[in-house]
Nanobody, 122 residues
Framework: QVQLVESGGGPVQAGGSLRLSCAASGRTIRSDAMGWFRQAPGKEREFVASISWSAITTDYANSVKGRFTISKDNAKNTAYLQMNSLKPEDTAVYYC???????????????WGQGTQVTVSS
């Protein structure tokens, strides 16, 4: 069993940056693929980024490609999402996930954090 806690969200102006952290506890996430999803009010939860257990393979939604970077520090048992050039449409609750295989399917993950709010103003 692994517990995930996100942090780093908050208000930011368009064009700004935030780094989200996902701290894992309960066991190591060394062998886990990690993912980030987001959910805006009235919308479905959508894929943002994923990273393989080895951190060799990453995948991004087209809407964030080139602006967001996912990473994983096994020594710190933490995953990150660096978000640059933020846009108002990036406003959402961001969720960290852990699972066996990186996938864009939210049902493919076993563990979820409670989410952190990101609000981008124009």
């Amino acid at each position: 069993q692994v517990q995930l806690v996100e942090s780093g969200g908050g208000p930011v102006q368009a064009g700004g940056s935030l780094r989200l952290s996902c701290a894992a506890s309960g066991r190591t996430i060394r062998s886990d693929a990690m993912g980030w999803f987001r959910q805006a009010p009235g919308k479905e939860r959508e894929f943002v980024a994923s990273i393989s257990w080895s951190a060799i393979t990453t995948d991004y939604a087209n809407s964030v490609k080139g602006r967001f970077t996912i990473s994983k520090d096994n020594a710190k048992n933490t995953a990150y999402l660096q978000m640059n050039s933020l846009k108002p449409e990036d406003t959402a609750v961001y969720y960290c996930t852990a699972g066996v295989t990186p996938t864009r399917d939210k049902d493919g993950y076993d563990y979820w954090g409670q989410g952190t709010q990101v609000t981008v103003s124009s």
